[in-house]
């Protein structure tokens, strides 16, 4: 690599990181103030704060890296270009495609990066995080103890219920379950006072079972001391809800906890919608470093305000376009790969409509 290639990617690698650094700083100073009021309330420690912050910089470092870099692009190469540094690299019989192909280089190389960090490392500090608000903040327990109105369906449609669990004892209270046959009937229901977690199971007492035919009438009435329902084998830990944010697990983690949604039939949307999120967000540094090249190298006269102004509002145009396909995955309006691909194919678009017309006006003059 020759000496100008060196120093044009050293420029843009110190100034993408400085344009991050100051852009997730500022994120974390408009957090603090916008909730200062609550940690105030909440007498929250200096040293806890700092720590709050200081472990979500990692996730928002992966977010704002492709502004970060797009700026730094941008900024150098109409820099040089307006100071005509460019023409005197090309009288030297210097292509400029030899430096733009390897900083496009290094959006690939920052994209295959940012994948890597976030699966393994941002859902680490994610929940130190997490664990810092809920316990050092919020002052919350650090293990969840107690879960009321439990609700899921269980492989086979049957409908479980209950009103109250206590995970210390292994224990719930008033349990219904509920069958129906194929049309979709109540054909069976259990009704039991409490039950036990004992040998991978939950064991059922003083229960009470209806049958009833296909117009819902009841045909059959008992009551059992005790029932062991072997399909009801899902572990206490895992009806404890809420202890472990989806964005603070790991791929395994959300694979392992998709399986689980789905052996219970709950919907699995939001947690595909963010193992495809985790993959493709890093596609905006390639596709956005593409951009900052073919506009930075071909606009003149502009202003170190203009490309800093141009870039932060196509920066924050296309996160905040990522947040709402994002968004629609969760909710079901969409398919979760779709909700992952697609804001990066329309900025891909984009960006080529936009150096075939920044091309075409440069070529104009």
């Known amino acids: 690599m020759k000496i100008l290639e060196r120093y044009f990617i050293r420029s843009i690698l110190s100034l993408s990181i400085l344009f991050t650094i100051i852009i997730v700083t500022l994120y974390l100073i408009i957090d603090l103030f916008n909730n200062m009021t609550y940690y105030i309330d909440k007498k929250a420690v200096v040293k806890d ?23 730094a692009v941008f900024f150098s ?11 005197a690299i090309r009288s030297m019989g210097i292509r400029m495609n030899k430096i733009t192909n390897k900083i496009l280089l290094i959006g690939f190389i920052s994209a295959f990066i940012l994948v890597f960090m976030n699966i393994f ?15 050092k903040i919020e002052k919350m327990p650090i293990e969840k103890r107690y879960q009321r109105d439990i609700y899921f369906i269980g492989n086979d449609k049957t409908i479980y219920t209950a009103k109250y669990l206590d995970k210390k004892q ?17 054909s069976e229901r259990y009704d039991s006072e409490y039950s036990l977690w004992k040998n991978n199971h939950w064991a059922l007492f003083n229960v009470i079972i209806r049958n009833f035919d296909t117009s819902n009438c009841l045909v059959k009435y008992r009551e059992i001391d005790i029932i062991d329902d072997y399909k009801l ?24 906890y998709a399986s689980y949604m789905k052996g219970i039939g709950q919907d699995t949307k939001e947690i595909y919608t963010q193992i495809y999120y985790l993959f493709f967000n890093p596609l905006s540094v390639v596709v956005l470093v593409m951009l900052g090249v073919f506009i930075g190298i071909n606009l003149k006269n502009t202003s170190n305000l203009f490309e800093f102004g141009i870039s932060l509002l196509v920066g924050f145009f296309y996160w905040g376009t990522i947040q709402s396909f994002r968004a ?3 909710s079901g309006g969409i398919s979760p790969i779709i909700a992952g691909l697609m804001p990066h194919i ?19 003059r």
């Open 170 to 186: 292994n224990k719930m209270f008033n349990i219904t379950i509920i069958r129906k046959d194929a049309n979709g009937n109540i």
């Open 346 to 364: 329309i900025f891909l678009i984009i960006s080529i409509l936009t150096i075939i017309g920044v091309k075409s006006y440069s070529q104009s």
């Open 77 to 87: 190469l109409a820099h040089r270009v307006r100071y005509n540094e460019v023409s």
């Open 233 to 256: 084998n899902i572990h206490p830990d895992k009806l404890i809800r809420g202890v472990k944010p989806i964005d603070n697990m790991t791929l395994k983690d959300l694979f392992s």
């Open 49 to 71: 704060l700092f720590l709050y912050y200081l472990y979500q910089a990692p996730a928002l470092i992966i977010t704002f890296f492709a502004l970060g870099l797009l700026t």
């Open 121 to 135: 490392f941002v859902p680490y500090f994610n929940n130190l995080s997490f664990n810092i608000k809920r316990i």
């Open 328 to 330: 629609l995955g969760n």
